[in-house]
């Protein structure tokens, strides 16, 4: 199970930190977590993953240099760290991972 927290409204060049907290599994093996974005009236879009073995990371060009996905291992739960968000950032977030498991979603707002 996937509970993502941390959306809310935001100025544009603020920033939030998403939380993604897991259960069911453990981030100290080796599975690949995904952060993905679905903004009004669009697709999903990917925008970060980690593999949790090595701690790599990825992102999509949209977003690389203002977003920073991370994890804490001991709480079990992914991060995601936005800055300088723009109002393109707007869109609901989900964390997804293995067993083909999803959150329920954060919408993030960058509005002035």
């Known amino acids: 199970q996937l509970v993502e927290s941390g959306g809310g409204l935001v100025q544009p060049g603020g920033s939030l930190r998403l939380s993604c907290a897991a259960s069911?599994?453990?981030?100290?093996?080796?599975?690949?977590m995904y952060w993905v974005r679905q903004a009004p009236g669009k697709g999903l879009e990917w925008v970060s993953n980690m593999f949790t073995g090595d701690g790599s990371t990825y992102y999509s060009d949209s977003v690389k240099g203002r977003f920073t996905i991370s994890r804490d291992n001991a709480n079990n739960t992914l991060y995601l760290q936005m800055n300088r968000l723009k109002q393109d950032d707007t869109a609901v977030y989900y964390c997804?991972?293995?067993?083909?498991?999803w959150g329920q979603g954060t919408r993030v707002t960058v509005s002035s």
């Open positions: 997804h991972g293995p067993f083909n498991s």
């Open positions: 069911g599994f453990t981030f100290r093996m080796n599975w690949w």
